[in-house]
């Protein structure tokens, strides 16, 4: 990497070279100020693919770390729950999970309470999200209206269980949609726990988009931001969890 991210012996052969974190690899050629500027120019993603040899720059691809605030535990009243799915039917390594972020709303700020990532076919799919609408006691569940999630609205109303389901349609391609609630993201609208089973995993994903392995969690993120987007949260309904 031109710009050394942490301390390291290099050997090759009997020759050896140690450097230190932030030390410039070669500054006769390009000093660290140079190499600022090409970041700005080039952007985070493009320098660390050029430069720090590294596809994926530490701070994120979209958004960086940082952004998210932290709760050690969520409040105790909200005023409204939503769960926002990303469906997918087919078990097995090789197929996308199905995903179920559930957030909690307060004051402006969205708290991420859980997040569920399982690989499950239809039917025992169809039971986990009306199990987990009402453990969490859920007002709104957000769902993709197309391929598996177009059938799982369709049959969750035609059942009557009482999940109160919002179709939604995607509009624009994945990067796009992302893009466009990063701010939201930077502005400290979401909140995240300090510790949670679930956390590295989707943290690494959100980092990683868009050259993730996987964006299961990243959809589901992003689909409940876009919706929540020009919506205020209800005042008048507390809800306790």
Not at 1 to 16: H, L, S, W
Not at 113 to 123: F, I, N, Q
Not at 133 to 150: C, F, H, N, P, T
Request: aromatic share 8%.
């Amino acid at each position: 990497p031109a710009i050394a991210e942490e301390e390291r012996e290099y050997r090759i052969g009997t020759f050896a070279k140690f450097r230190k974190a932030g030390e410039v690899l070669h500054p006769e050629r390009e000093d660290a100020r140079m190499l600022d500027e090409l970041k700005r120019e080039l952007g985070s993603r493009a320098f660390a693919s050029q430069y720090q040899q590294r596809p994926v720059p530490q701070d994120g691809e979209m958004v960086r770390r940082e952004w998210f605030r932290r709760h050690s535990t969520p409040p105790e009243t909200f005023s409204r729950i939503v769960q926002s799915w990303d469906t997918g039917i087919k078990v097995g390594a090789a197929h996308d999970p199905s995903v179920c972020i559930t957030f909690g709303e307060k004051d402006g700020e969205a708290f991420v309470l859980d997040v569920t990532v399982v690989r499950a076919e239809y039917p025992d799919l169809r039971r986990m999200v009306t199990r987990t609408a009402r453990e969490y006691g859920a007002d709104v569940v957000l769902m993709e209206d197309k391929a598996s999630g177009q059938s799982l609205i369709q049959d969750i109303r035609w059942q009557g269980e009482g999940v109160p389901v919002v179709p939604v349609m995607p509009v624009q391609d994945k990067v796009t949609r992302f893009a466009a609630i990063s701010a939201m993201i930077e502005a400290g609208m979401v909140s995240v726990p300090v510790e949670a089973v679930w956390l590295a995993a989707f943290e690494t994903e959100v980092m990683g988009f868009p050259n993730a392995r996987h964006d299961d969690q990243v959809d589901a993120l992003s689909q409940y931001l876009n919706w929540r987007r020009g919506r205020k949260p209800p005042k008048y309904r507390i809800r306790t969890l």
